[in-house]
C-alpha cells in the first residue's frame, strides 16, 4: 500500500516550551498519533489520509528525540511526564481544546498516559501493539530482570547510554533493517529458537537480527531510505532514553497505581507481535483495566509495525471506533 502524502502539511509547534514537528491533514475533530521505537510521523503515513478523509485532522508527530522535534540531551527530559506534556502542548498549539490519541510501541503507553494525566484533553484512545498495563507493584527494572531469563532483556540492554548506540552506529543501514524485519510478521524465527527480545552474555542485539534479502511488501526500499536518512542525522540516542526512565516513571505514576482508564479505547495488535503475546495477561484483564473497551483486535499474521504491515485492516478499525464517538 502506498499512501497519497502529497496534502501533507509540515511545519513544528511550540509545545509547552518543546519544538515538536508535525505532519497533517485534513480538518475536523483533531486525532493525534504517536510513534515508538525506532520510527518517526513517517510511520503514520498510512492512516493520515485515511483518517482525514473522514472528516478528521490528523496530525503525526515526530517524538521529542526523533526527526525534526527537539532533542534535549538529559536522559531524564524523556521522562513520561515530559511526553504528556509535550502531547499538551501539541493540542494547545494546534487550536483545539480536545483530542483522540492513538499511539504504537511507545507511542503507546506515551499515549495512555496522556489520557490517564489529562482526561479532560484526551478524550478517546487507540493503542497499537503493547496491551494497557496499570501501574503495578514491581519495578520495571526487576520485571525486565525476570523476562531475560538466562540472558538479558533487550530493555535492559539499553539502559547503558552509548551501549547500544555504539553498536548500532557500526552499521546503521543493517541494523535497522534487521529491527524492522526481524519484529515483523514476515520473519520467520531462527533454528535455535531464540529471539530479539533478549542478548546473550556478551552479545549484542544484533547477533539476533535478521536482515532480508529483499525489502518486505509492507515497507519499500524508498520508504526505509526516509527512516534511513533520519536517524543518520539524528541518531538513536533520543528513542532509546525512553527505555532509559523506566523506573523514573515507575516513581513517578505512583498516585496511578492500578488506575483503569476510563476513555473509549480500541487495542489492535498483531498476531506475531512480541508485546502483543507478551502482553496476553494484560489483555485478559482490559474488562477491568479498560471498562470502556470498543474492541480488542489481533491481526493475524501481522507482526509488531502492524498499521504498516496491515494498514487497511487498521485503518478499518480505527475508522469504525472513531464512528463511535
Aim: proline share 6%.
Amino acid at each position: 500500500m502506498t499512501a497519497d502524502l502529497s496534502g501533507i502539511r509540515h511545519h513544528d509547534v511550540d509545545a509547552l516550551g518543546t519544538r515538536i514537528h508535525i505532519a497533517e491533514m485534513g480538518d475536523g475533530p483533531l486525532v493525534l498519533f504517536v510513534h515508538g521505537f525506532p520510527e518517526s510521523w513517517y510511520s503514520w503515513r498510512n492512516q493520515l489520509p485515511a483518517i482525514a478523509g473522514a472528516g478528521y485532522r490528523a496530525v503525526a508527530i515526530d517524538v521529542r528525540g526523533y526527526g525534526r522535534s527537539a532533542a534535549p540531551r538529559p536522559v531524564e527530559d524523556y521522562r513520561m511526564l515530559c511526553h504528556v506534556a509535550d502531547n499538551v502542548g501539541v493540542v494547545q498549539a494546534l487550536g483545539h481544546d480536545t483530542a483522540i490519541i492513538i499511539g504504537h510501541d511507545w507511542g503507546a503507553p506515551i499515549s495512555w498516559w496522556s489520557a490517564l494525566m489529562r482526561p479532560d484533553v484526551f478524550t478517546a484512545l487507540g493503542i497499537l501493539s503493547v496491551p494497557y498495563n496499570p501501574r503495578g507493584p514491581i519495578k520495571p527494572s526487576d520485571g525486565f530482570r525476570m523476562l531475560g531469563g538466562d540472558e538479558e532483556f533487550y530493555i535492559e540492554y539499553f539502559q547503558e547510554v552509548g551501549r547500544a548506540e555504539a553498536e548500532i552506529e557500526e552499521d546503521l543501514r543493517s541494523w535497522l533493517l534487521g529491527f524492522y524485519f526481524t519484529a515483523s510478521g514476515d520473519w520467520e524465527g531462527r533454528d535455535d529458537g531464540k529471539s530479539m527480545a533478549t542478548i546473550a552474555a556478551g552479545g549484542k542485539l544484533k547477533d539476533r537480527l535478521t536482515v532480508p534479502d529483499e525489502f518486505p511488501g509492507w515497507m519499500t526500499e524508498g520508504e526505509f531510505e526516509v527512516y534511513l536518512g533520519e536517524f543518520a542525522r539524528t541518531g538513536l540516542t533520543g528513542g532509546l532514553n525512553r527505555y532509559r526512565n523506566a523506573d523514573r516513571d515507575w516513581h513517578d505514576a505512583a498516585a496511578w497505581h492500578l488506575t483503569p482508564i476510563q476513555q473509549p479505547t480500541v487495542f489492535i495488535g498483531g498476531e506475531n507481535d512480541g508485546p502483543t503475546r507478551w502482553g496476553s495477561a494484560a489483555i485478559e484483564r482490559f474488562e477491568i483495566n479498560l471498562p470502556n473497551l470498543h474492541k480488542s483486535v489481533i491481526v493475524p499474521r501481522s507482526g509488531h509495525w502492524v498499521q504498516q504491515e496491515a494498514a487497511d485492516e487498521v485503518n478499518a478499525e480505527l475508522l469504525e471506533f472513531l464512528g463511535t464517538l
